[in-house]
């Protein structure tokens, strides 16, 4: 079974930056898509970025676009959510998942097979 785990969420105050782990495990694939969902309390959860591994496509929530960017390590397996002029609205637990589907960033969870356990990001005033 694929694996992923989160990490790197901590509290930043407004303005800053922070860079979110995802570590894939338990089985290579020659092309899947990376994405980060989030979640914040009383809300749903909502894609906010995703890339596709091989050819480093990558799509962007409204939200995250100008201010979000997805670096990767293939050596390393791990894909990263690079976070700048973070707002308090971006506080939230965000989450990596992947799938086998590869034809575009998919933004629906029901598309995603592996998910992480997540990392809280709290963004103080």
């Known amino acids: 079974q694929v694996q992923l785990a989160e990490s790197g969420g901590r509290v930043v105050q407004t303005g800053g930056s922070l860079r979110l782990s995802c570590v894939i495990s338990?089985?290579?694939?020659?092309?899947?898509?990376v994405s980060w969902f989030r979640q914040a309390p009383g809300r749903e959860r909502e894609f906010v970025a995703g890339?596709?591994?091989?050819?480093?496509?990558?799509r962007y929530s409204d939200r995250a676009k100008g201010r979000f960017t997805l670096p990767k390590d293939n050596a390393k397996n791990t894909a990263y959510l690079q976070m700048s002029f973070l707002k308090p609205d971006d506080t939230a637990v965000y989450y990596c998942?992947?799938?086998?589907?590869?034809?575009?960033?998919?933004?629906?969870?029901?598309?995603?097979?592996?998910w992480g356990q997540g990392t809280q990001v709290t963004v103080s005033d």
């Open positions: 998942a992947a799938t086998s589907f590869n034809i575009g960033v998919a933004t629906q969870q029901s598309r995603y097979t592996y």
């Open positions: 338990g089985r290579s694939w020659s092309d899947y898509c």
């Open positions: 890339v596709l591994w091989s050819d480093g496509y990558t």
